[in-house]
């Protein structure tokens, strides 16, 4: 049988249950059920007793083992029930049934022994197991393996069609028997043996069968591994590419502009670190080989600045450049913060910015500008990506703070020009190293691990609303001092409508305590026109209001220096990278500056420890680490948007960390000696690299 046959045909499928199949879990061929992992197993070596079972076993699979000895249909019409009493040795129970009872009555036969799997459940005392699964004992020791069965996930819907998990896996187990002496091996030979790895088919035979606890780890280390090693292969592979093709735009020359700026308008002496990291620029962009760096910083350690010495070094040597940015807000704030800086320069009106807001006039006025080369730098959103934006000669793109922007979406920006630009990606640190490795693993890492001097730590407080007068005290005293204030409440989703009233409610509450003309208050949120957002940003920015009320619309990169006060309203509701961004919003001027964490008196252990992570430190790097330890495998920051666009099936970013180095070193080592995959016993490794590779990026050889 080949795992390409559409799963209709499979025994027992058909065409209903197929449509099901591909509609809710995406299965539309047996190579797809095939790799349809159980998500748990159940150990069927261990059979309970019907006396033993207590409320602890309640809502957890137990099997059991006995006779059925009697039935009935209870009830009429669709309110209908099919109970039957097992029994053992030790006492009787109840199984109910609510759905097919019909079907299930004619399995049931009075007087004969039945593996019983369920997860009880009890009433006044008595147990019962509602919907389990049965079958009878010959047919249990018939089937040999009697070890680890897998549990799969699958869908109400399914499961009315008798597909629940024990279906799937009937399904699965006919599905082995035909598909078993036909699977092929996806790691060449060498890699297998070198790794001590499973074979592909004792692995997929494990995953689904384990015959030992042993060979399901082993299975399961070895299908994660081939897809971490498939993904890492598809990412180097990039990588060497660019390495290996001189076809990168030079920039020789440090000019006037450069020199001017450097000189006469540089508002302070640039850090050890940001020194440094103009240099790895400038080397890489002399180097002929095209640049994808990644640069990491803490919030507040003045990576923008070394973007614009990027850019003004593309200048000087005739090439435009263009920065991105997340949202509109920080675009804006950019294209001012450029626009001040390059004040007296030749490059001054030399810069414009692009957003989706922007109005057709003036856009049409830009995207002619930035055609013909008018536009030295152009600052965006996403909108920058779109094709009709193009440039006269673009060599450097610049990418500002985002965490989801991968391979793929890089390599779009790459067809703008006909060598791809250099690009730089900027980062804040905390992005666990796991994740960096497969969005950002095609990169060549720079790392400004020094603050401007003069800064001196952010003091983080964590308030109950008992302090709520103090707090009020305090900010009136920092307004004084001529400071401004940031409050910000959270947003999400799932309780979207609640969360702008406590926002409105706190905009209210803040208005009165705080009144014209004394004080002036503005609002920031996402429901607000993109217009009246940078109108509130400008007032903020230019120091006319004194507290700004938002949502973390303003999490990302805004600066501000003035402002000193960073309340954080229901602070518990935020992630620790969260709070630690927000944090960094403060802090950016001379003045000893302050975060506040608001939250409510009763905190669960785990807020508790993130909140008081906060007030211990100022570190970015320590504070990632902690998040990951605090939240385990699950979704950190952006783990699973990218895990979706990677497609990984059993391996994850977040928590097969070892297993990822691993896979990267192995790689590497290939690609190191054989960087086409072209000699014979990597045959196989060219096909997974292919089916792993991220789309849209450009094939080099192509382009030399
Ligand atoms: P981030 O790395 O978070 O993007 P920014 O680039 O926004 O940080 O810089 C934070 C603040 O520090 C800005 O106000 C910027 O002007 C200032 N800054 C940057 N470099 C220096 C420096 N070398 N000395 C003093 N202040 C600096
Ligand atoms: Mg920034």
Same mark, same amino acid.
């Given at each position: 049988?080949?795992? %390409? ?21 995406? &299965? ?45 249909? *209870? ?15 030790? !006492? ?9 009872? #019909? ?11 039945? +593996? ?8 006044? !005392? ?38 629940? $998990? ?13 598909? $078993? ?19 592909? @088919? ?53 000019? %006037? ?33 095209? +640049? ?10 003045? #990576? ?89 000669? *673009? !060599? ?26 250099? &690009? ?57 001092? !001529? ?19 406590? *926002? ?54 805004? %600066? ?5 006060? +960073?309340?954080?309203? $229901?602070?518990? @509701? ?75 099936? &059993?391996?994850?970013?977040?928590? %097969? ?6 896979? @990267? ?12 995959? $072209? ?11 292919? @089916? ?13």
């Amino acid at each position: 049988m080949r795992a %390409d046959m559409d799963i209709k045909f499979l025994s027992g499928v058909g065409e209903k249950r197929a449509a099901l199949l591909a509609s809710e879990l995406g &299965i539309r061929t047996v190579g797809d059920l095939l790799h349809h992992y159980p998500h748990r197993y159940i150990d069927r070596t261990k059979v309970y007793r019907i006396a033993s079972l207590s409320e602890e076993n309640s809502a957890t699979f137990v099997q059991l083992r006995g006779r059925i000895i009697g039935k009935a249909f *209870l009830g009429e019409g669709r309110k209908q029930r099919l109970t039957a009493t097992l029994a053992d040795s030790t !006492g009787q129970m109840e199984l109910v049934w609510f759905q097919q009872t #019909k079907w299930v009555e004619k399995q049931l036969e009075v007087g004969r022994e039945y +593996m019983v799997l369920g997860k009880p459940s009890f009433f006044g !005392g008595k147990c019962n197991v509602v919907h389990p699964e049965i079958e009878t004992v010959e047919k249990f020791l018939s089937r040999g393996n009697m070890g680890m069965q897998g549990v799969y996930s699958t869908t109400e819907r399914l499961t009315s069609v008798g597909l629940a $998990s024990k279906g799937l896996y009937t399904l699965v187990c006919t599905l082995w028997e035909h598909i $078993s002496d036909s699977v092929t091996e996806t790691l060449p030979e060498h890699l297998v043996k070198r790794l001590d790895l499973l074979s592909r @088919r004792d692995a997929l035979q494990n995953i689904h069968f384990p015959t030992s606890p042993q060979m399901l780890q082993r299975a399961i280390y070895r299908l994660k591994f081939e897809e971490l090693f498939g993904v890492q292969l598809g990412i180097l592979s990039v990588k060497a590419g660019r390495t290996t093709h001189r076809n990168g735009f030079m920039f020789p020359r440090v000019g %006037d502009l450069f020199r001017d700026f450097y000189e006469n308008h540089l508002p302070f002496t640039l850090t050890g670190a940001q020194k440094r990291v103009v240099k790895e620029i400038r080397s890489d962009c002399v180097s002929g080989h095209q +640049m994808n760096r990644l640069l990491q910083g803490d919030v507040g350690s003045g #990576k923008t600045l070394v973007a614009l010495m990027a850019m003004l070094l593309a200048s000087d040597n005739g090439y435009q450049s263009c920065m991105m940015a997340p949202t509109e807000i920080l675009a804006r704030q950019h294209y001012s913060s450029l626009t001040k800086m390059l004040r007296g320069t030749s490059a001054e009106g030399r810069v414009a910015v692009l957003t989706g807001s922007t109005k057709t006039r003036e856009r049409r006025e830009i995207l002619e500008r930035t055609l013909s080369g008018e536009v030295q730098i152009l600052v965006g959103t996403h909108a920058l990506i779109e094709d009709r934006v193009q440039f006269e000669n *673009l !060599g450097l793109v610049v990418i500002d703070e985002q965490h989801r922007f991968g391979v793929e979406q890089r390599a779009k920006l790459w067809t703008k020009n006909s060598q791809p630009p250099h &690009i730089l990606v900027m980062t804040a640190t905390p992005i666990p190293r796991t994740l960096a490795m497969t969005l950002y693993g095609d990169l060549d890492v720079s790392v400004i691990d020094e603050m401007p001097a003069g800064r001196k730590p952010i003091k983080t407080y964590h308030l109950k609303e008992g302090m709520r007068l103090k707090l009020n005290g305090f900010m009136k005293q920092e307004i004084a001092k !001529g400071r401004q204030v940031y409050v910000v409440y959270p947003l999400i989703k799932e309780s979207e409508a609640m969360d702008y009233q406590n *926002l409105y409610d706190g905009f209210e509450h803040i208005v009165q305590e705080f009144p014209l003309p004394e004080y002036k208050v503005g609002a920031l949120h996402g429901k607000m026109a993109p217009e009246d957002k940078a109108e509130a940003m400008r007032l903020f920015a230019e120091g006319v209001n004194n507290i700004l009320v938002a949502t973390s619309v303003i999490e990302v990169g805004v %600066d501000v220096p003035n402002a000193t006060v +960073m309340v954080i309203e $229901s602070a518990e @509701r935020f992630g620790l990278s969260q709070l630690h961004q927000l944090r960094g919003r403060v802090g950016r001027g001379g003045n000893q500056s302050y975060c506040v964490l608001m939250s409510g008196d009763k905190l669960s252990r785990e807020a508790e420890a993130r909140l008081g992570a906060m007030v211990e430190t100022n570190d970015g790097f320590r504070l990632s680490e902690l998040d990951l330890k605090l939240r385990g495998a699950g979704d950190v920051n952006g783990t699973r948007q990218s895990g979706e666009a990677i497609d990984l099936r &059993i391996a994850s970013l977040s928590s %097969d960390g070892q297993i990822l180095e691993q896979a @990267r070193m192995v790689a590497s080592s290939v690609l190191e000696d054989d960087a086409t995959l $072209s000699k014979p016993e990597n045959r196989l490794l060219a096909a997974l690299r292919e @089916r792993y590779k991220p789309k849209n990026t450009i094939d080099y050889g192509m382009i030399s």
